[in-house]
Nanobody, 126 residues
Framework: QVRLVESGGGKVEPGGSLRLTCTTA??????????IAWFRQTPGKEREAISY????????YYTDSVKGRFTISQDNAANTVALQMNNLKPEDTATYYC?????????????????WGQGTQVFVSS
């Protein structure tokens, strides 16, 4: 069962920006989770965690390749977690997934997350 929904993917030129948004597909709210994360995956490669945010925005994580370019934020009133992606590069091309866990500690492993979205595609090319 798909419990999360991503939106905001698309095609953009190098140096451009996109804003991905994650929300819940069920009556459950994002504030019910401890950690919300964004992963990405390209064909033939493992899914990698690129950013997460913990309950109350207490902690944020970014993988090295996106530090300084991507920003994760949570809007509890709107029930969304957003990933603002600036200065996009061709190597950012991937399918991006939102994931969430109620486990009370953040991790970057795929197996740590219990709920997932179906993914949204990001294509960076001139």
């Amino acid at each position: 069962q798909v419990r999360l929904v991503e939106s905001g993917g698309g095609k953009v030129e190098p140096g451009g920006s996109l804003r991905l948004t994650c929300t819940t597909a069920t009556p459950r709210l994002l504030i019910d989770y401890y950690t919300i994360a964004w992963f990405r995956q390209t064909p033939g490669k493992e899914r990698e965690a690129i950013s997460y945010i913990t309950h109350g925005e207490a902690r944020r994580y970014y993988t090295d390749s996106v530090k300084g370019r991507f920003t994760i934020s949570q809007d509890n009133a709107a029930n969304t977690v957003a990933l603002q992606m600036n200065n996009l590069k061709p190597e950012d091309t991937a399918t991006y997934y939102c994931a969430a866990t109620t486990a009370p500690f953040p991790q970057i492993s795929v197996s740590h997350y219990e709920d997932w979205g179906q993914g949204t595609q990001v294509f960076v090319s001139s």
